[in-house]
């Protein structure tokens, strides 16, 4: 199995610009979360879905930040207009909900960076 | 709501030796796991090793192992032998059982192996 697989590794924009990010989770894999890395308030759940419904987006910051998941294998994050305060790397993570226990599976992250 | 305490935010040990990285959580589940993941300097999350609440037993995987004490709300890890590439840093997290398989992550422990 390819493991959680997100694209770009990196990205550099302008503020302003809008940003997508996208994550394929792993292949039977029913549960997907969004987290951002920051130095200052380290990893923060941003938003969750499962069975590709949004089960809770409390932690996406501002109405900026937005997420779909369209089928089983893929989702994105957008960010539009983007802004120096977003520059973070963001995680995809998924597993499989329905057996306690089951740990999440991280993708390499996008590191994003804002001027 | 969970929370996840890492009073640590950093600590050093010489290869070879041991060092036991310190967890508090708070919650009113009776039923949920606990996690240990590390972060390697290439950003990638890694599951070191998971206990569940129900059970007393110490978890243990090779040189890792967690001395878990449910009635404190405690959750340590103590890594023996310590190598270079234990370098990183370390997550604490929950996870309640039923709950979408949701993580709560503490702020990390960065992890110096000194040669």
């Known amino acids: 199995d390819a493991g959680v697989i997100q694209s770009p590794r990196h990205e550099v924009t302008e503020m302003g610009q809008e940003v997508t990010l996208r994550c394929k989770p792993i292949s039977g894999h029913n549960s997907l979360f969004w987290y951002r890395q920051t130095m200052m308030r380290g990893l923060e759940l941003l938003i969750y879905f499962n069975n590709n419904v949004p089960i809770d987006d409390s932690g996406m910051p501002e109405d900026r930040f937005s997420a779909k998941m369209p089928n089983a294998s893929f989702s994105t994050l957008k960010i539009q207009p983007s802004e120096p305060r977003d520059s973070a790397v963001y995680f995809c993570?998924?597993?499989?909900?329905?057996?306690?226990?089951?740990?999440?599976?991280f993708g390499p992250g996008t590191r994003l960076t804002v001027l | 709501a969970q929370t996840v305490t890492q009073s640590q935010p950093e600590m050093s040990v010489q290869e070879a030796e041991t060092v036991t990285l310190s967890c508090t959580y708070d919650t009113s589940e009776n039923n949920y796991y606990l996690f240990w993941y590390k972060q390697p300097p290439s950003r990638q999350m890694i599951l070191v090793i998971r206990q569940e609440a129900y059970k007393q037993q110490n978890a243990t995987e090779n040189r890792f192992s967690v001395n878990f004490q449910k009635a404190a709300k405690s959750f340590s890890l103590k890594i023996s032998d310590s190598q270079l590439g234990d370098t990183a840093m370390y997550f604490c997290?929950?996870?309640?059982?039923?709950?979408?398989?949701?993580?709560?992550f503490g702020t990390g422990t960065k992890l110096q192996v000194i040669p």
């Open positions: 997290a929950f996870m309640k059982v039923g709950g979408y398989q949701k993580v709560t």
């Open positions: 993570a998924s597993s499989l909900s329905g057996d306690p226990g089951n740990e999440q599976f």
